[in-house]
């Protein structure tokens, strides 16, 4: 059973940085997808980026790219969010969430309904 935990949210001033990770575990492939989302009271759940295992290869949303960068450490099952230049419209609930799918690691998509792990989420808020 495929494992996520989430951690470094908190309170940033609009301009600051924050890095978010997301412990993974339990995979029974070398092949899979993470990624992240977030979801804002009152709104639809975003796709943030997404990372493929072996390869690295990244995917990103408009709203985000040039200022998050996704990662992976292999030595420590992490994958990481480098968020800077926060806005106040990035205040959201983040989570990781994960996919084994074969068909979904070859074409991966920053669409919450192809993966099937979660994890619990991690509070972001971008407030003066």
């Known amino acids: 059973q495929v494992q996520l935990v989430e951690s470094g949210g908190g309170l940033v001033q609009p301009g600051g940085s924050l890095r978010l990770s997301c412990a993974a575990s339990?995979?029974?492939?070398?092949?899979?997808?993470i990624g992240w989302f977030r979801q804002a009271p009152g709104k639809e759940r975003e796709g943030v980026s997404c990372?493929?295992?072996?390869?690295?290869?990244?995917y990103s949303a408009d709203s985000v790219k040039g200022r998050f960068t996704i990662s992976r450490d292999n030595a420590k099952s992490t994958v990481y969010l480098q968020m800077n230049n926060l806005k106040p419209e990035d205040t959201a609930v983040y989570y990781c969430?994960?996919?084994?799918?074969?068909?979904?690691?070859?074409?991966?998509?920053?669409?919450?309904?192809?993966?099937?792990?979660w994890g619990q989420g991690t509070q972001v808020t971008v407030s003066s």
């Open positions: 969430a994960a996919s084994e799918s074969i068909i979904w690691y070859l074409n991966p998509k920053l669409d919450g309904r192809g993966y099937n792990y």
């Open positions: 339990g995979f029974t492939q070398d092949h899979y997808v």
């Open positions: 990372i493929r295992s072996r390869d690295s290869r990244s």
